[in-house]
């Protein structure tokens, strides 16, 4: 059984829908994968709707740095694990 706020992947989503279009019932479902029924459910309505079984993006505030500035701070942290985050910023700021 999955942890709660552990999300479905896609290939479990995959067999669920599988098993649902072979005829298997909810129940049935739920006692081969070991999920949840709301969670089977849902998977089963988003694809009946979306014919899709991967995630929509999730909304949020888009990133400050770019990937290549992400690389930088995480090379820098790794090289010097004990520079600061004031310091590491510093760089990341002097840099662009």
Do not use: C, W
């Not at 690389?71 to 004990?82: A, D, G, T, W």
């Amino acid at each position: 059984m999955n942890l709660k706020g552990k999300e479905i992947s896609p290939e479990e989503r995959k067999i669920i829908i599988k098993l649902r279009n072979e005829g298997k019932t909810l129940r049935e479902i739920v006692k081969i994968v070991g999920i949840i029924h709301s969670s089977i459910q849902r998977v089963i309505n988003n694809y009946t709707s979306s014919k899709s079984v991967i995630s929509k993006p999730r909304s949020g505030r888009p990133s400050k740095l770019t990937a290549r500035e992400k690389r930088y701070v995480f090379k820098s942290e790794r090289l010097n694990p004990r520079i600061s985050a004031f310091q590491i910023a510093n760089d990341v700021r002097e840099r662009i």
